[in-house]
């Protein structure tokens, strides 16, 4: 009965099935889990005159008065009229949309979302659509409820009939099999899959409507933690390369260094050694702020690799930052006897790399995703670094490691994340962690500044510029832009750079081609370009250690985080470096943002707050993780339930012989072969 197509219930048909496939649902099962992503109290015409002032309403009906359109300015417009429920009449507004004037006709049907304004006596439109007069009119009712259950739609599916259809569903299935047995509900407070689903379609109470719905949230996010924590244990358990350890030549390595490391580098090169020198493979996240001292702890890594026989990749998200790897690493390897090449796709006489590398002649590569093409074959592939995780998800990982066997993998990140969240990103990899930053490095001194102060702040760049150092700008924008206030980059450029005549200004933005990029950014890192105007497409751990201040403007544009990334471009060398946010807002929440970024430089605080202020969502931006699309868990509004989640796998993982929990063991399976394997 679940597989049935909904063309065959009760209302559907052939025509209105196709614009059910549209939002995903095919079957009376795909029907049954879409779930509603809000709930609102039923508003009716006995309910209109009830209104609480900014409740959330829910309502159908049609147009009995002319709707005007008014104009206050520039970018603000309303339209106003008022509808009828058949029984009652409210007024509405809607903001901003000034193209739907002509779409509102009386007598026209509409379903809208919205708040009520008591002040005002009107609804505030957020979600409008046209339904058809049929779809508004249809008789056939679902259970009396206070509450109303709230779908993604269409314009051509209103939400009555979508309610409409699920009841339908619902009428005809009685009992649906759990995946979950009794004893895990009961242990994590979770309702039945047959009450959930007809709890959070007709729901009785704003309460249970959301226990209801946590059931779906919850059981996603374990499946996704379980599978998590199995592919960490398999690795745990595989037997991969059991490295030799030459302790002596490490110690001498570390000790001609001509610097000192810090206790986190050292406490983590003891992890990594360990790993390496035992039987299972390596699976490890070395997670440090920007400027800790990452690159030189995966060194270490791949010198172990390379005197144990075997072969080594870092493989980096760029190709100036896999060229500057090469560039600092290539002198150190050599005193060692170990030949290092380069592979990106920039980079000539390919074949002759692939020949060096599938006879074991080059036992440190270093490159971009070239490295991962079916045509690059390794002799003994022992070691895969990645750097900057976020530039490669799970699968681009096991595309590499297919490429030996069990090889040792270290990730690096310069990206604090907080601990909550590693728990969903990185569940599969064991952690460690650099917090010290390397001795001799001065804090970046970071001051927040108005518009008004912008000469002065050009003022103090000249003085930095004359004693030989270089600067960055950052703009939020490429062009200007009707949409978006803020500074662009273009424009800017061509203003600073009347400014510093004295200078070369170089520009640096996403419209570029790459070559034209890396061109950029190499005379700035060359020290042909004294400054750099740029979008935030600067590289992320390209290292400059004569720029010494970067200015961001619209810092109030910026999150903590990515304010946090930006500002490591600078302070890369023992010279004292400098930080100015030119923030635009006298809003309250800018003044607090920031105040964190001039009182403290520690990453992993900033990621907290970030987290606190602006949600993960937005913390993320664009950023890929390799996360998988998740139907029900949401980033944004779930993650305090990932401890519980975390919690639920270990229980499961104990539970693997137990055949009351197969049904739940089948969904991990096809999750990690479809998503992790």
């Given at each position: 009965m679940l597989k049935r197509d909904i063309q065959f219930l009760k209302g559907v048909g052939p025509q209105r099935a196709k614009l059910f496939k549209k939002l995903g649902v095919e079957t009376v099962e795909d029907l049954l889990f879409f779930i509603p992503r809000d709930l609102q109290r039923i508003t009716n015409a006995n309910s209109l005159?009830?209104?609480?002032?900014?409740?959330?309403?829910?309502?159908?009906?049609?147009?009995?008065?002319?709707?005007?359109?008014?104009?206050?300015?520039?970018?603000?417009?309303?339209?106003?009229?008022?509808?009828?429920?058949?029984?009652?009449?409210?007024?509405?507004?809607?903001?901003?949309?000034?193209?739907?004037?002509?779409?509102?006709?009386?007598?026209?049907f509409v379903a809208i979302e919205g708040v009520y304004n008591n002040q005002y006596k009107q609804i505030t439109v957020s979600d409008l659509k046209f339904p058809s007069s049929k779809s508004v009119a249809i008789n056939e009712k679902t259970p009396e409820s206070k509450y109303v259950p709230v779908y993604n739609s269409t314009e051509e599916l209103s939400q009555k009939i979508i309610r409409q259809t699920i009841f339908a569903a619902l009428t005809t299935i009685k009992n649906i099999d759990d995946s979950l047995p009794e004893e895990f509900r009961l242990r994590f407070g979770l309702h039945s899959l047959s009450e959930s689903i007809r709890g959070i379609h007709l729901p009785v109470s704003e309460q249970h409507w959301h226990k209801c719905k946590n059931r779906f949230i919850f059981e996603e996010l374990t499946v996704f933690q379980t599978a998590m924590l199995y592919s960490k244990q398999l690795a745990h358990n595989e037997i991969g390369i059991q490295q030799y350890?030459?302790?002596?030549?490490?110690?001498?390595?570390?000790?001609?260094?001509?610097?000192?490391?810090?206790?986190d580098q050292k406490k983590v090169i003891g992890d990594i050694l360990r790993d390496m020198g035992s039987q299972r493979s390596m699976n490890r996240l070395v997670q440090g702020?920007?400027?800790?001292?990452?690159?030189?702890?995966?060194?270490?890594?791949l010198l172990v690799a390379a005197l144990s026989g075997g072969q080594g990749v870092l493989l980096a998200p760029t190709e100036i930052l896999a060229e500057q790897h090469y560039k600092n690493l290539y002198p150190i390897f050599k005193e060692h006897k170990i030949e290092v090449v380069i592979l990106t796709s920039s980079t000539k006489d390919k074949e002759k790399i692939y020949m060096k590398i599938q006879g074991g002649e080059s036992q440190v590569v270093i490159g971009t995703h070239a490295v991962l093409q079916q045509n690059v074959e390794y002799k003994n592939l022992s070691l895969i670094v990645t750097d900057e995780q976020h530039r490669f998800g799970v699968k681009q990982r096991a595309?590499?490691?297919?490429?030996?066997?069990?090889?040792?993998?270290?990730?690096?990140?310069?990206?604090?994340?907080?601990?909550t969240l590693s728990q969903v990103l990185y569940g599969d990899l064991d952690v460690s962690m650099i917090k010290q930053m390397p001795m001799g490095r001065k804090p970046i001194l970071t001051y927040s500044v108005s518009p008004q102060s912008r000469e002065k702040v050009y003022e103090f760049i000249i003085k930095e510029l004359k004693q030989g150092k270089q600067g960055y700008i950052i703009c939020p924008l490429i062009e200007e832009s009707e949409k978006v206030t803020g500074e662009s980059a273009i424009t800017y450029h061509s203003n600073v750079s009347k400014?510093?005549?004295?200078?070369?200004?170089?520009?640096?933005?996403?419209?570029?081609?790459?070559?034209?990029?890396?061109?950029?950014?190499?005379?700035?890192?060359?020290?042909?370009?004294?400054?750099?105007?740029?979008?935030?497409?600067?590289?992320?751990?390209?290292?400059?250690?004569?720029?010494t201040v970067i200015v961001i403007e619209n810092a109030e544009k910026f999150g903590l985080a990515q304010l946090h990334q930006l500002r490591g471009r600078v302070g890369r060398s023992s010279l004292q470096s400098y930080c100015i946010l030119i923030c635009h807002s006298n809003s309250e929440t800018a003044k607090k943002r920031m105040g964190i970024m001039t009182s403290t430089t520690d990453g992993f605080r900033i990621s907290e707050e970030d987290l606190k202020l602006r949600g993960p969502g937005e913390f993320f931006g664009i950023r890929q993780h390799g996360l998988p699309e998740f139907k029900y868990f949401n980033l944004l509004n779930d993650l305090s339930q990932v401890s519980k989640g975390k919690e639920a796998a270990e229980f499961l993982i104990s539970k693997l012989q137990d055949e009351r929990y197969a049904h739940i063991f089948s969904k991990i399976s096809d999750f990690y072969h479809n998503y992790l394997n």
């Open positions: 005159t009830n209104l609480q002032d900014k409740e959330k309403v829910s309502l159908e009906g049609q147009i009995v008065e002319t709707p005007f359109l008014k104009k206050v300015r520039n970018n603000l417009s309303f339209i106003n009229t008022t509808i009828s429920t058949g029984n009652g009449r409210v007024k509405i507004v809607i903001f901003n949309r000034p193209y739907l004037l002509n779409k509102l006709k009386v007598n026209s350890i030459d302790n002596r030549t490490v110690e001498g390595f570390i000790n001609n260094l001509k610097f000192s490391l810090t206790d702020d920007v400027g800790s001292g990452k690159t030189i702890v995966a060194t270490v890594a595309a590499l490691r297919a490429k030996g066997k069990h090889p040792d993998v270290l990730v690096m990140s310069a990206t604090p994340i907080p601990r400014i510093f005549d004295k200078y070369k200004v170089g520009l640096l933005h996403g419209q570029m081609k790459q070559e034209e990029k890396d061109q950029a950014m190499l005379k700035f890192k060359e020290g042909y370009f004294n400054m750099l105007v740029s979008t935030t497409v600067v590289e992320v751990g390209v290292d400059v250690p004569n720029a």
